[in-house]
């Protein structure tokens, strides 16, 4: 017989998530005078920020070198021009790019300066200003460790192990927060606990859990569907960043992996190797392409006939062939058997000014990043001796939850920050989106203690009270154990088709197909969908909420490949197997997908343009008086 048991809680805000962007927002939620809050997270060591890096993973923001000559409009034109970007949110985000690199900073993040305390930058992608900076690989591990920090420092609460799953909202404006219990979890036992609040700040990261290949970590899930059943709209959920990953220990294998020019080679059944790189192109083309990859490592279909080439075979290796693709170090790809002369200028100008004209991919590893060879190995991965194990991978959701210049759902209360945001359209400069975490939480904390007094909610007003409630999705709960566990294969079927047919290779048809696939579930989910016991709800949990954010999703890739056709992120294939042309678009559209009845839509809409603000010091000091002072609690 299970046991259930219900706990409520109230609160005036607060925070889900764990990583960037949820400890930023309580963090400056404190400091703004705000005192019944909380941090709510399934597991405090979870997420994306902590848990992930790049070659070296970037921070993007206004550019402060010697002689950068940049300016707050000339940063928000670049994040506008990548298609799909509001204005507003633009504007913001390079406004207060500097306020929260410095707070950064100052908690201890390790960005280098020279003798004289200078921010140095360089370029990253789409950026015309040298507006970079890092610190190493793990730069957001070390934003995450510090702001946490922080929050400890403050006695704020932390309500660790509670998986928020549910949102209970009346009329427009969200009231409340339904969450399970992970550590009164056994196999015939839980604790749902319902949080009253009068705002969410929702940071939960990107819906990874929509693929199968992934270099998200392997804790991270996202849970975006909680959100789209609430009421929010998506905006540009079609709009993903694809690229090599390793698949093993997942990480991007981008910058010097590809520019000291490892050998590709692919396994079959019967396990016989092949370079196949050689099978598509020649090869000296397949040398040069692969050290593009470094630089250019997102897919993108304007370089299909180039660099991203590279992924194009590494899929049909993979998902249409269905044989595993590897990067081999050990080896010199059979391009280089004539020497470095085949290469283009580019390659060989770099490696040359690297001193790295020599030897084997290793060999070239070891002295150009000797730490790029030390991250496998703390992972128990030996690429001097062993082959890396690859494929093309989801690693970032340009899309996501519709949101203001405050960082504002359209549920009234309901604030997305971070990843979870849909702030980026077609492209974006590299490390935008760690600046994006810092901004976005910033400024739904600040709108928060601006609008209204901090309180404690009134549940007696709620047209269900939370003990009904509570009773009633556990009774709905408990309907779905049965005598097996079906929600892990749905869950994979289901990533598996999606990373074959609606990743950076789009078929019409087949997303179709799966469309219509994901709605049956959702809507029969509770006869469909079992687990045996109650120790694995929270995968059921994740499984409901992650075809919710599929079926969002692949109704926006079906809309968006009728209006733009392929661009960015995607070749779309038609019902004829031939890729779709690029469509011109002569206004800046974004697109906006919705619940409506029983299934999702989507439309277009010209997203604002970039305010053109009036900065006479006496008004804007007039106005923040009035309105942007935070409020007294009462």
């Known amino acids: 017989m299970e046991k259930v ?16 962007a949820a400890f930023n927002a309580v963090d400056w939620l404190y400091d703004l005078g705000r005192r019944k809050i909380a941090l709510l997270t399934e597991g405090i060591h979870m997420g994306t920020s902590r848990n992930t890096g790049s070659d070296k993973q970037t921070y993007y923001k206004l550019s402060v070198g010697s002689d950068g000559n940049d300016s707050v409009l000339e940063m928000a034109k670049t994040l506008f021009e990548g298609e799909g970007v509001d204005g507003q949110i633009a504007l913001a985000e390079a406004a207060n790019s500097l306020r929260c690199f410095y707070k950064l900073a100052n908690l201890g993040v390790d960005f280098p300066t020279d003798e004289y305390g200078l921010f140095s930058g360089y370029k990253t992608d789409h950026d015309p200003r040298q507006r970079a900076t890092s610190a190493g690989p793990l730069t957001s591990k070390f934003m995450t460790e510090v702001l946490e920090a922080s929050v400890k420092k403050k006695d704020i609460a932390i309500l660790d192990q509670l998986l928020a799953f549910r949102l209970y909202e009346e009329e427009g404006k969200v009231l409340g927060i339904i969450c399970l219990n992970k550590a009164k979890l056994t196999e015939n036992e839980l604790e749902l606990v319902v949080i009253a609040v009068n705002q969410i700040i929702w940071c939960t990261g990107g819906p990874s859990s929509c693929y199968q290949n992934v270099v998200y970590p392997a804790g991270h899930t996202g849970m975006s569907g909680a959100l789209f059943e609430a009421g929010a ?11 090599l990953a390793s698949i093993k220990f997942r990480w991007n294998v981008s910058g010097t992996y590809q520019q000291v020019l490892p050998r590709y080679v692919s396994i079959d059944e019967a396990g016989i190797e092949r370079e196949f790189l050689n099978e598509y192109m020649t090869p000296a083309d397949a040398v040069n392409l692969v050290f593009l990859k470094g630089y250019q490592w997102p897919f993108d279909a304007g370089k299909k006939d180039a660099s991203s080439y590279i992924d194009l075979c590494v899929y049909e290796e993979a998902a249409v062939k269905g044989r595993r693709v590897f990067m081999d170090f050990r080896n010199n790809p059979s391009g280089l058997q004539e020497g470095f002369e085949i290469l283009s200028e580019e390659a060989y100008t770099y490696l040359n000014k690297s001193n790295a004209l020599f030897g084997t991919p290793i060999e070239r590893l070891k002295l150009m990043n000797p730490l790029a060879i030390q ?8 690429i001097e001796t062993e082959l890396l194990e690859i494929s093309v991978c989801a690693q970032h959701h340009n899309g996501g939850i519709q949101v203001d210049a405050n960082w504002e759902t359209s549920v009234k209360g309901l604030f997305v920050a971070g990843e979870a945001a849909g702030t980026f359209g077609v492209h974006r400069p590299g490390g935008s989106a760690l600046n994006s975490t810092q901004v976005g939480s910033m400024r739904a904390a600040q709108h928060i203690s601006c609008k209204a007094e901090e309180y404690l909610p009134n549940t007696s007003l709620w047209k269900v009270q939370p003990a009904k409630l509570a009773e009633d999705i556990s009774k709905e709960l408990l309907r779905m154990i049965g005598t097996e ?18 990743a950076q290779v789009r078929d019409l048809k087949e997303i179709s197909n799966l469309k219509r696939k994901v709605k049956e579930y959702r809507t029969r989910f509770r ?13 059921l949990l994740k499984t409901y ?4 954010t599929q079926e969002a999703v692949l109704e926006a890739m079906e809309h968006s490949a009728k209006v733009f056709g392929s661009r960015g992120s995607c070749l779309v294939r038609n019902e004829n197997g031939n890729f779709l042309e690029t469509k011109a678009v002569t206004q800046n559209m974004r697109l906006v997908t919705e619940r409506k009845d029983n299934g999702f839509v989507s439309f277009t809409e010209e997203v604002s ?10 008004t804007v000091w007039a106005e923040h008086r009035e309105l942007r002072r935070p409020k007294k609690a009462k």
């Open 5 to 20: 048991s219900y706990r409520f809680l109230q609160y005036d805000t607060v925070v889900v998530g764990s990583g960037a």
């Open 485 to 502: 566990n079906t929600a892990l294969a749905v869950r994979d079927e289901l990533q598996c088709t999606m990373s074959k047919v609606a």
């Open 527 to 539: 006869e469909k969908v079992k687990i045996v016991n109650l120790r694995t709800l929270p995968m």
């Open 609 to 618: 343009p970039i305010p053109r603000t009036s900065d006479w010091f006496e």
């Open 375 to 382: 991250l496998y190995k703390d992972h128990h991965i030996d």
């Open 545 to 548: 909420d992650m075809i919710v």
């Open 233 to 243: 709209k998506g905006v540009n959920l079609q709009e993903w960043q694809y690229g």
